[in-house]
């Protein structure tokens, strides 16, 4: 199993930017962050690549957030700008070997992270 911790998570105001990091003991054919807010379901927010470094994002980041990987250092990362209220959440990065399933679903993904806290105010 790939071993995966983030860091980065924090408090923000609105408008705001973070990045949050994942260091990563192997990099697999698809890397992802995920965030859960309390009693919501976990969601996908950005994927990658690694045969083609081709990304995904759900439409509600889409422009502000951008994922990319440093292959040399096997960090993933997820910059975060014009942060709002509603992205504070629990954020993981997560994992997989394999080539099917949508990106976007967590069942996809079998190696997880332990998540950091992002918080956004207004």
């Known amino acids: 199993q790939v071993q995966l911790v983030e860091s980065g998570g924090g408090s923000v105001q609105a408008g705001g930017s973070l990045r949050l990091s994942c260091a990563a003991s192997v990099f697999t054919y698809r890397m992802g962050w995920f965030r859960q807010a309390p009693g919501k379901r976990r969601e996908g927010v950005a994927c990658?690549?690694?045969?083609?470094?081709?990304?995904y994002y759900a439409d509600s980041v889409k422009g502000r957030f951008t994922i990319s990987q440093d292959n040399a250092k096997n960090t993933l990362y997820l910059q975060m700008n014009s942060l709002k209220p509603e992205d504070t959440a629990m954020y993981y990065c997560a994992s997989t070997m394999a080539y099917g399933g949508f990106w976007y679903l967590p069942t996809t993904y079998d190696s997880w992270g332990q998540g950091t806290q992002v918080t956004v105010s207004s």
């Open positions: 990658i690549t690694s045969d083609n470094g081709r990304t």
